[in-house]
């Protein structure tokens, strides 16, 4: 009965404009919603994904981090460029805000994704999201990934933090004097 149900509600979704018809998709809760992602996950064909990965982000739900970080290259289709290639809004990757939305609790993922991702998309959005989170107080979020790094046993995973490192260091400079300097000591201590 319910994969029944999911059916009828991914060919009303695929057929149908994803804002008028997902909503009934996202109202059926994040259990449903979190399903909905794990089984859309090798073709991506709905329509309703980005909303029900905005709806995920919207309720907060930690149970959904794992899933979510599957989705970090996903780009919601209204944002792709047109038949002729020009775009009016840039592509928006809707897991990167939901995660930011989980906040803290999703970090321990996004570093895992950080390392272990082979897609250089999915550990760029990992570490922007990342860095969402700790916008507030970018020397934290260095702290924690520089130590992250040297627990780090292999080389690949090692590089791949230095990157993710490289990029917060970045966000830091255009900070005031002090939280760059913040920045740069927790990066080098």
Known sequence: MRLGLFFLIF?????????????????????FSREFLRQQAATRSSRCI??????????????????????????????????????????????????????ESATGRLLATIQTSESQKIRENAAKAYMYI????????????????????????????SDALRMLANACEGRTRQEAQACRNARTG
Do not use: M, W
């Open 134 to 161: 700790y916008r507030d107080d970018l020397a934290k979020g260095i702290r924690l990934l520089r130590k992250e790094q040297l627990r780090s046993k292999d080389s690949s995973s090692r590089r791949k933090l």
């Open 50 to 103: 980005s909303s029900v990965i905005k709806h995920l982000g919207n309720a907060c739900d930690t149970q959904a981090v794992d899933i979510l970080a599957q989705y970090l290259d996903y780009v919601d289709p209204a944002t792709l460029p047109g038949p002729d290639g020009g775009a009016d809004v840039r592509p928006s990757y809707p897991a990167v805000s939901a995660l930011f939305q989980i906040g």
């Open 11 to 31: 060919v009303t979704c695929a057929s149908s404009p994803a804002q008028e018809t997902c909503v009934g998709l996202v109202d059926k809760g994040s259990d």
